[in-house]
């Protein structure tokens, strides 16, 4: 299976910083399509998680431009900038080129 | 509106089958994507653990090959879970989802005599 790596596994912001979070997989995540199917989403406390990002850097309806996506390959980074209370929680990025899909680890986003 | 909506018991005895049904409304599942079931692990961890399509076929982790079984009642617009022979470290919280997209909000089964 493929492994993704996320980190930082914890993470202090202060509200109005700015957060990046890495995700490395164990493989190129490009698929045969051409395609990179890394999605980024955000667990908020007592929820389901909700998707952010998909294949890469498209923010899923109705998700701020706070928040992008970027990289390739093997290597990708979550930006939130302008952070508010309504982005704590935890945050996962999740592979869909190989299968089985799979989840980084988590990073959890806590106020300073 | 498309929302997705699990139910179950809440508590399964070891060695029992974990059965979970997704009802979902404002989409019709036979009209396109997959509808997968996800579980979350006590801490962070995720695990995929199988979909059934629009068409009806099936995926499942291979982690799991052996005891899931993934199936639909179109007439109700419904898709299931069965998971076989469950031990203690089944205990999770299950999300029925449309692709990664639309998820449920979840239903915690614990394993447990």
């Known amino acids: 299976d493929v492994v993704l790596t996320q980190t930082p596994v914890s993470l202090l912001i202060s509200l109005g910083g700015q957060a990046s979070i890495s995700c490395r997989s164990s493989?190129?995540?490009?698929?045969?399509?051409?395609?990179?199917?890394l999605h980024w989403y955000l667990q908020k406390p007592g929820q389901s998680p909700q998707l952010l990002i998909y294949?890469?850097?498209n923010r899923f309806s109705g998700i701020p431009d706070r928040f992008s996506g970027s990289g390739s390959g093997t290597d990708f980074t979550l930006k939130i900038s302008r952070v508010e209370p309504e982005d704590l929680g935890v945050y996962y990025c999740?592979?869909?080129?190989?299968?089985?899909?799979?989840f980084g680890g988590g990073t959890k986003l806590e106020l300073k | 509106e498309i929302q997705l909506q699990e139910s179950g018991p809440g508590l399964v005895k070891p060695s029992q089958s974990l059965s979970l049904t997704c009802s979902v409304t404002g989409y019709t599942i036979t009209s396109g994507y997959d509808w997968s079931w996800i579980r979350k692990f006590p801490g962070n961890k995720m695990e995929w653990m199988g979909y059934i399509s629009y068409s009806g076929s099936t995926n499942y982790n291979p982690s799991l090959k052996s005891r899931i079984s993934i199936t639909r009642d179109t007439s109700k617009n419904q898709f299931f879970l069965q998971l076989n022979s469950v031990t203690t470290e089944d205990t999770a919280t299950y999300y029925c989802a449309r692709s990664a997209s639309y998820w449920g909000q979840g239903v915690m089964v614990t394993v447990s005599s």
């Open positions: 294949q890469v850097s």
């Open positions: 493989q190129s995540l490009v698929h045969s399509n051409g395609n990179t199917y």
């Open positions: 999740l592979q869909r080129t190989h299968n089985p899909p799979t």
